[in-house]
T-cell receptor
């Protein structure tokens, strides 16, 4: 049972435009969320996180939005750059010890 | 600074053979440790996590097992590999979750396992 879902397996965006990656979850007890970026044959690297007490967290070009009532979070990348091309995973946790990952969205930024 | 090591980087094993993947963390104490698997075309599946020496929680029933013999060492094992065990195995660590403070997970470079 997939508790964290990323329904778009892939996304293509023109360089300079906004990339929006979406993530849905089913467990209303999740209270901490993270986004990771992964290149092929490498481990994921942490991008940005948000706790349930906030609805927005911003770090440079990356902003994560959390809609608790809809059980939905999104990652916005503005402006998108070719180096942003990678697979992006969202993850959620209830306890902070155990995280559930989505299936990932492959982002391609076209120069 | 903290670093996480995983080895080997790649591994090709026949069906029915044993498996041992090792992960070690440097620069931190009492980390939470995790084993994930990314199968082809799929997301990251949590296999095991550990909050301390000898404490292992299993998320998915399978023919794999994990052990934590030392504070910063996490081992993934199998007595007999199946074809379905092929995938990219990732070890990760995080700091302890205390109250409202929690820490992101840091991943190792991964091991590509091919079972033939």
């Amino acid at each position: 049972d997939q508790q964290v879902k990323q329904n778009s397996p892939s996304l293509s965006v023109q360089e300079g435009r906004i990339s929006i990656l979406n993530c849905d979850y089913t467990n209303s007890m999740f209270d901490y969320f993270l986004w990771y970026k992964k290149y092929p044959a490498e481990g994921p690297t942490f991008l940005i996180s948000i706790s349930s007490i906030k609805d927005k967290n911003e770090d440079g070009r990356f902003t994560v939005f959390l809609n608790k009532s809809a059980k939905h979070l999104s990652l916005h990348i503005v402006p998108s750059q070719p180096g942003d091309s990678a697979v992006y995973f969202c993850a959620a946790s209830e306890t902070g010890n155990q995280f559930y990952f989505g299936t990932g969205t492959s982002l391609t930024v076209i120069p | 600074s903290q670093t996480i090591h995983q080895w080997p980087a790649t591994l090709v094993q026949p069906v029915g053979s044993p498996l041992s993947l090792e992960c070690t963390v440097e620069g931190t104490s009492n980390p939470n440790l995790y084993w994930y698997r990314q199968a082809a075309g799929r997301g990251l599946q949590l296999l095991f996590y550990s909050v301390g020496i000898g404490q292992i929680s299993s998320e998915v029933p399978q023919n794999l097992s994990a052990s934590r013999p030392q504070d910063r060492q996490f081992i993934l094992s199998s007595k007999k590999l199946l074809l379905s065990d092929s995938g990219f195995y990732l070890c990760a660590w995080s700091g302890a979750f205390v109250g409202q403070f929690s820490y992101e997970q840091y991943f190792g470079p991964g091991t590509r396992l091919t079972v033939t």
